[in-house]
């Protein structure tokens, strides 16, 4: 078992910054991916970003890409900066952690096993 605390979620003028971090617990050692997904009212989760603790390569979305930072050391923490926020970036924000190795399907929520209780980020515009 693996237990995800997240925080650091709140309010944002657009352009403004962010920082939400994940504190994983437990069975740590066998967690290979950590991720960050989000979901906006009345759309699917989508990945944001994610960590392969082995190397430390990371993956990013498309739409956030040179906006976010995923960063974290070890196998028990994850911290997602986010910069320039724009007002689609509002949504409930979650920790994952899988024990495979999604590698290029890291955005397929199905292969994280464990959640965080999501934290939310509101951006203004």
């Known amino acids: 078992q693996v237990q995800l605390e997240e925080s650091g979620g709140g309010s944002a003028q657009a352009g403004g910054s962010l920082t939400l971090s994940c504190l994983a617990s437990?069975?740590?050692?066998?967690?290979?991916?950590i991720a960050w997904f989000r979901q906006a009212p009345g759309k699917e989760r989508e990945g944001v970003a994610a960590?392969?603790?082995?190397?430390?390569?990371t993956f990013y979305a498309d739409s956030v890409k040179d906006r976010f930072t995923i960063s974290g050391a070890g196998w028990n923490e994850a911290y997602l900066q986010m910069n320039a926020l724009e007002p689609e970036d509002t949504a409930v924000y979650y920790c994952?952690?899988?024990?495979?190795?999604?590698?290029?399907?890291?955005?397929?929520?199905?292969?994280?096993?464990?959640w965080g209780q999501g934290t939310q980020v509101t951006v203004s515009s």
């Open positions: 994952a952690v899988s024990r495979s190795r999604p590698g290029p399907a890291w955005r397929n929520p199905n292969l994280y096993k464990y």
């Open positions: 437990g069975d740590t050692y066998s967690i290979n991916y």
């Open positions: 960590r392969y603790v082995g190397d430390d390569t």
